[in-house]
């Protein structure tokens, strides 16, 4: 073979590997891609509700003298919570998802800390009046309270230590969930 014959066919094998490379490499190069996902707790699968489950509650308000605690709040849909009495929470939580939620409490700082002490809150199943109450942490993390069936309520129930006279402290309490 001479040596334009030898150029020759090197020059066409170097082309025949770029080619396959060039088929090759793309559709090698395209087999992975990451995934990421942000996912948030539902702030609107379980809603905060009136005592019958009927109509939206947006706050409540405690009242009483410095020194006492109260336990019979009223909530922004005008009913008062009666703590011995079978459904008469300050509100009830709605779960109007079609699927079990797991649910999250948040109850925030006060304003005017000084004014008021500790909160306390009791869940329990509809038909039933406040059972024990349990001391509620302010801020985070949240207080998981377990599971509210899919198309099902929960009574909740608060209590407030009023310390001191003078102002109003407010609150926000948040209400979070994610299928159980």
Not at 29 to 48: C, N, Y
Request: hydrophobic content about 40%; glycine content about 8%.
């Amino acid at each position: 073979m001479n040596m334009k014959n030898k150029i020759t066919a090197f020059l066409l094998a170097v082309i025949m590997v770029c080619s396959v490379t060039a088929f090759v490499l793309p559709a090698m190069a395209g087999h992975e891609a990451e995934q990421s996902a942000d996912i948030s707790k539902s702030v609107a699968a379980v809603t905060i509700m009136d005592q019958a489950g009927g109509t939206d509650v947006s706050s409540w308000t405690f009242t009483g003298a410095a020194g006492t605690t109260d336990a019979d709040p009223g909530n922004s849909a005008t009913e008062t919570q009666d703590i011995t009495a079978n459904d008469k929470p300050v509100a009830t939580l709605k779960n109007t998802a079609d699927l079990d939620m797991r649910v999250d409490l948040t109850f925030g700082s006060w304003t005017g800390g000084n004014k008021v002490g500790k909160e306390y809150y009791s869940i329990t199943a509809r038909g039933t009046s406040a059972g024990t109450f349990t001391e509620a942490t302010y801020g985070t993390p949240p207080i998981d309270i377990g599971t509210i069936n899919s198309n099902t309520m929960k009574n909740m129930w608060l209590k407030l230590e009023l310390l001191k006279t003078g102002g109003t402290p407010t609150s926000t309490f948040t209400v979070e969930s994610e299928v159980a």
